[in-house]
């Protein structure tokens, strides 16, 4: 039996509800393959549907240096903290993907010295990063050196070993291997879960394995609609809105997650998600009737009813509020407290700013 050239999973002409299924016996790719690249319509969504054991199995099994590739506008959805763990595997080269997305003043020196400190601090041990920027559409113009980069570091660490690319979903590692293999072969999209099973790629001289991304848990993007996928997810380079904020003030992103700010002075909120997400800004104490007349009228999009809050107290001052999947918020100044309301499946974090 043939694997499907675009997403991997096994060929099959019996059952149209199953993946892998082509109407035609000789297809070198599968219907969804094929309806994603052409019109862009996954067909069915496969956003919590891979198997997280499958696929830490399957890599386990190879003697491959792992490339953990996280995108770094999600890159606390991305992070798995127990990945040398659960790879069982010290080798690991960090690539972080779609730079082009955040502004262009965040400079490849901070954001490396960010990447480090972060994995740091949740433990993960690398032994290497490498930043790249624009492999959707410019892999392989002159002015973008990421491939370069991304091979100059496999063959420094891969020391005769095959390579496996690994990480969350829409991550973007089929986009990185077709920009390796300077081809679209592999198929890729803007719906999380796209490849379904493990692609074996053969690279000047050893082999490099394309994997299906592991569903982000706690992401805004696992538990949202598939019609929302287009405003929550950046197509291009997120322009910062800038708050300036004083006493009580609250500002709903669309109506996914609401940051209430007692108590600021002087206070500068810079909010990175995507430029399609409408910000609504309002006083902290009309917050609450504001969310329950407005949200899922005005307030778009939402996910469920069941909501939390989390909250912050201390020193917030050059600090970034993450909300998994959706983007962060970066406070300067003085404010009391923060709450957060959220989808009570959400991870919301917090973490010294980014940028
Ligand atoms: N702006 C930007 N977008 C990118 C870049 N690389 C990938 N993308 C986009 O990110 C989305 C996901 O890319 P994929 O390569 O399919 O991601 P993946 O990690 O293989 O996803 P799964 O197969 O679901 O695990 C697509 O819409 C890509 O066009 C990049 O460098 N910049
Ligand atoms: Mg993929």
Redesign the pocket.
Known sequence: MKKCQGCGAMLQSDDPKKIGYTPKKDGIVCQRCFRLTHYNDPMVSYREGIGFEKVIDQINQMNALICF?VDLFDFEAGLLSRINALSKNEDILLIA??R??LPITSGYDKLSKFIMSRCKEEGILLKGVVI?????NHAASEENPSVNHVLEAIHMLRKGRDVVLM?M???????LLNALLQSHVIT???H????LDLIEIELEDFKIYDT??LSAVGSVLTYCQEKDLKTLIPSKRIKPRVFQLNKNQSLSLGGIARIDLWGCEHVSATVYVSNELMIHRSKCENADDLWEKHRGLELVPVLSDSLKKTTYQGNIDGHDIVICGLGFVCIHGRVQRVHVVSDERVNVTFRKAMI
């Open positions: 590739v993907t779609k082009d997305l790249t920027s624009d492999l959707a990480g979903s829409n991550a973007g590692k089929s986009t890729t999209s803007a999380p879960g796209t490849t299906p991304g």
